[in-house]
């Protein structure tokens, strides 16, 4: 299940930040599932108050989607 924010997560693990996002895509190939990815945060990817970043790419499941999940965060 996609978690909305990633915020109370991050400060369970310490980071000392105030700001985050994430950004989801998925696809059927790895470049549409960053294709769709890319086209949701065009918004929050130039901010450059993000200083950390984490990504995550599942690939396999039974429907043959690819599912690809970024943190950026700040």
Do not use: F, H
């Amino acid at each position: 299940m996609p978690v909305p924010d990633a915020m109370p997560v991050l400060k369970d693990l310490g980071y000392p930040g105030s700001k985050s996002t994430i950004l989801y895509g998925a696809g059927k190939t790895e470049a549409n599932s960053i294709k769709a990815l890319l086209l949701q945060g065009y918004r929050d990817i130039p901010d450059c108050s993000y200083s950390d970043m984490g990504l995550s790419v599942l690939q396999g499941n039974s429907a043959g989607w690819i599912m690809s999940t970024v943190v950026l965060a700040g």
